[in-house]
C-alpha cells in the first residue's frame, strides 16, 4: 500500500487495527523508506487493545500509527469478521525476520534500541549471522527507569548520527508505542517498529510458542506458563476481558445488521 491507497482497518474495541498480509506490511516499509517518509509501526496483539481501553493516549498512538498489524490470531478472527477477509498475521519476530532479509538484499540499515543489556547486541550478533549483508548501523539497551532530558536528547542523536532506516524498538507494550510516537519527527529514520520480545526471540534468549499454539491463538498460554509469576496478573486480566469485549462487539454488530438488513 502506498499514500494514495491507505491501508485498511478494522476497528476491533475500539482500536484501529491495519487489516493487512504480510506482504502488504513489507510493501509499506519499503515505500516509507523509498520516500524517506516518517512512520511508526505498532505490533499490536491483545495486550495493546486491551491497555488502550483504559489508556487514550495509547488508543490515539494506535490511531496515529502507519501501521498496526494484527500481532495475534485473535486480532485476525476479529478483522475477518468484521469484513476483513484476506487479513493475515503479521506476527512481531516474522516481520522483523522478512524486513531483515529484505534489508540485506537493499541495503537498508538498521538499529536496535531496547531490551536488556547486550539484549540488543546479541541480537545484532544473531541476525547478521543469518543474513551476513545486513547492514546494522547501532544498538542501544537504555536503562529501564525514564531517561533524563539530556539523556533523551543524547540518544536521539546518537540514533540520527548512525543514519539507519528502520528503528527497531523492543521496550515492551506500552512503554515502546510511548517512546516511538514521542519521537516521531525527532528520529529521522523513515520508520521506527516496536517489536517488544521479539528481541528475545530472534537473540536467542525466551523460547516462542509452537507453531501449533500460535496458530491456534495460544500464544499467551505459552508465555503465561514459561514465565507465570510474571504474566499471571497480565493473562488473567487480558484474556477474560478480550473475549466478554470482543464478543460484546460482535454481538452488536450483529444485532445492527439484523435491523438493517440489505434490501
Avoid at 546518537?158 to 528503528?167: L, Q
Wanted: proline share 7%; with cysteine; net charge positive.
Amino acid at each position: 500500500m502506498t499514500a494514495e491507497n491507505p491501508l485498511p482497518r478494522a476497528r476491533i474495541m475500539g482500536v484501529n487495527v491495519s487489516a493487512i498480509t504480510m506482504a502488504d506490511a513489507l510493501r509499506t516499509v519499503e515505500d516509507w523508506i523509498g520516500r524517506k517518509a516518517h512512520n511508526y509501526v505498532c505490533i499490536t496483539g491483545v495486550h495493546g487493545v486491551i491497555e488502550s481501553q483504559s489508556d487514550p493516549k495509547l488508543m490515539a498512538i494506535h490511531e496515529g500509527a502507519g501501521m498496526a498489524t494484527p500481532d495475534g490470531m485473535p486480532l485476525v478472527w476479529m478483522a475477518r469478521k468484521l469484513g476483513y477477509g484476506g487479513t493475515e498475521r503479521v506476527y512481531g519476530p516474522e516481520l522483523m525476520l522478512r524486513l531483515s532479509a529484505l534489508s540485506a538484499q537493499k541495503g537498508y540499515r538498521q538499529y536496535y534500541f531496547g531490551g536488556a543489556p547486550g539484549l540488543a547486541e546479541r541480537l545484532r550478533e544473531r541476525l547478521t549471522e543469518r543474513f551476513p549483508a545486513l547492514a546494522v548501523a547501532g544498538t542501544f539497551s537504555p536503562p529501564f527507569r525514564p531517561a533524563s532530558v539530556d539523556e533523551d536528547e543524547e540518544t536521539v542523536r546518537m540514533i540520527n548520527a548512525a543514519r539507519p532506516d528502520i528503528v527497531w524498538v523492543g521496550l515492551s507494550t506500552p512503554k515502546q508505542e510511548y517512546w516511538m510516537a514521542g519521537h516521531l519527527g525527532r528520529i529521522d529514520a523513515p520508520v521506527m517498529i516496536g517489536v517488544g520480545a521479539a528481541f528475545d526471540f530472534l537473540a536467542g534468549t525466551k523460547r516462542q510458542a509452537p507453531a501449533w499454539m500460535q496458530k491456534r491463538g495460544l500464544e499467551w498460554l505459552f508465555r503465561l506458563l514459561s514465565e507465570p509469576r510474571r504474566l499471571w496478573r497480565r493473562y488473567g486480566r487480558i484474556v477474560p476481558q478480550f473475549i466478554f469485549g470482543a464478543s460484546l462487539q460482535l454481538l452488536r454488530q450483529k444485532t445492527a445488521l439484523a435491523a438493517n438488513p440489505k434490501r
